[in-house]
């Protein structure tokens, strides 16, 4: 009767790659370049707490990486971000069009700047200057057609680019990861609004 056979055959364990079997997935740890500019820290500066930067300074990357997303989706659709930026609080705005200081407010421009920008954005059929039907001193912009489809287009090329930035992370992932930057946030939003100075 043969002997029962031993070593790691017989237990199952220490398998290598010709057995064509394995134990299971393996857990990777991947670091970044934040883990790597951590360490280098803490070996600079071991006293300090580099613990912020683990969040913080990720939250900056990932910044970066989404605003080239919005240029090229802006670009694709033939406006710059200021334009969009416009654009969309108009298209929010159920088409009964903003004036130009609620616009200014929205997006934390100063009133020459704005006026400057509605001058051009009116000058490429974009938008477009009525007078306000409950004060006729007051001007109010309203959307083109043209500019109603280009914020459109934008506004669904730069979702797909924020999907893509997101594939990482399942629905129950995106979703704790916008309440805890909610948290972070909400501080700042509910500090005075900033003056279109402060602001810039």
Do not use: C, Y
């Not at 970044?32 to 990357?61: C, H, K, N, Q």
């Not at 334009?83 to 903003?98: I, N, T, Y």
């Not at 059929?125 to 306000?132: A, E, M, Q, W, Y």
């Not at 004060?135 to 669904?156: K, N």
């Amino acid at each position: 009767m043969p002997a029962p056979a031993t070593g790691p055959a017989a237990t199952g364990t220490d398998l290598d790659d010709s057995t064509g079997l394995d134990d299971g997935p393996e857990l990777e740890t991947s670091t970044d370049e934040v883990d790597r500019i951590i360490a280098g820290w803490a070996a600079a500066r071991p006293d300090l707490d580099t613990s912020p930067m683990a969040v913080l300074s990720r939250v900056s990357r990932l910044a970066r990486h989404l605003e080239s997303a919005r240029r090229a989706a802006f670009a694709s659709s033939g406006l710059e971000s200021w334009e969009f930026d416009v654009l969309s609080a108009l298209r929010r705005a159920d088409g009964e069009g903003l004036s130009a200081t609620a616009l200014m407010h929205q997006t934390l421009v100063t009133s020459g700047t704005m006026t400057t920008r509605i001058d051009k954005m009116a000058a490429r059929g974009l938008v477009t200057r009525t007078r306000d039907p409950r004060d006729g001193r007051a001007v109010r912009i309203a959307l083109e057609p043209a500019g109603a489809a280009a914020v459109d287009e934008a506004m669904e090329h730069l979702l797909a680019s924020e999907q893509e930035l997101l594939a990482a992370l399942d629905p129950a992932g995106a979703e704790a990861l916008a309440a805890t930057l909610r948290s972070l946030l909400l501080p700042f939003e509910s500090s005075p609004t900033p003056t279109p100075a402060e602001a810039s």
